[in-house]
T-cell receptor, first 113, second 110 residues
Framework: DAGITQSPRHKVTETGTPVTLRCHQTENHRYMYWYRQDPGHGLRLIHYSYGVKDTDKGEVSDGYSVSRSKTEDFLLTLESATSSQTSVYFCAISAQGRDYGYTFGSGTRLTVV | KNEVEQSPQNLTAQEGEFITINCSYS?????LHWLQQHPGGGIVSLFMLSSGKKKHGRLIATINIQEKHSSLHITASHPRDSAVYICAVARGGSQGNLIFGKGTKLSVKP
């Protein structure tokens, strides 16, 4: 009954390869977010979506792209993975945006070697 | 200077103690969130507030908009409260994002 699931939970990939992370929700929430979490930093926004096919960049969007073709799915793609993209990635959803409650996924630990 | 500052960075308490975690911010906001990140990594939303005070069980969150400050209190702390507590603010007048603090790591000893 999580309402939001991320896949995969863990991934190891090689430098230069493309990687796609998936966020799936069953709550029909309008807003979906991708964050990365690194030691010494707070959560940082990569991209977010405010509706199907409506996305915008966050503060650390370089090297990442997103797509949202259905309400329930928000995909994060690393076009050509680099070691600096080794991180824990969290997806979050919100019914009405940043002034309302958020629900977070369990996270994806990505290691780029 | 970070727009959201939390203090302390680390906190160790004995079971049963009253705990306070502070969050100060430097921007105008429309809302402030408190989150809890468990040792296993999952993040849970505890509170969202724009004024006053909210209470849920042993947790109390307060905000003073004029002073740009919020506190999270835990009464009768328990080892299961051990986690990282994260403050995040929604910047007023802009779309999209929350600005996150770096978190306060709380350890409650039995």
């Amino acid at each position: 009954d999580a309402g939001i699931t991320q896949s995969p939970r863990h991934k190891v990939t090689e430098t230069g390869t493309p990687v796609t992370l998936r966020c799936h929700q069953t709550e029909n929430h309008r807003y979906m977010y991708w964050y990365r979490q690194d030691p010494g930093h707070g959560l940082r926004l990569i991209h977010y979506s405010y509706g199907v096919k409506d996305t915008d960049k966050g503060e650390v969007s370089d090297g990442y792209s997103v797509s949202r073709s259905k309400t329930e799915d928000f995909l994060l793609t690393l076009e050509s993975a680099t070691s600096s993209q080794t991180s824990v990635y969290f997806c979050a959803i919100s019914a009405q945006g940043r002034d309302y409650g958020y629900t977070f996924g369990s996270g994806t630990r990505l290691t780029v070697v | 200077k970070n727009e959201v500052e939390q203090s302390p960075q680390n906190l160790t308490a004995q079971e049963g103690e009253f705990i306070t975690i502070n969050c100060s911010y430097s921007v105008g906001i429309s809302a402030l969130h408190w989150l809890q990140q468990h040792p296993g990594g999952g993040i849970v939303s505890l509170f969202m507030l724009s004024s006053g005070k909210k209470k849920h069980g042993r947790l109390i969150a307060t905000i003073n908009i004029q002073e740009k400050h919020s506190s999270l209190h835990i009464t009768a702390s328990h080892p299961r409260d051990s986690a990282v507590y994260i403050c995040a603010v929604a910047r007023g007048g802009s779309q999209g994002n929350l600005i996150f603090g770096k978190g306060t790591k709380l350890s409650v000893k039995p």
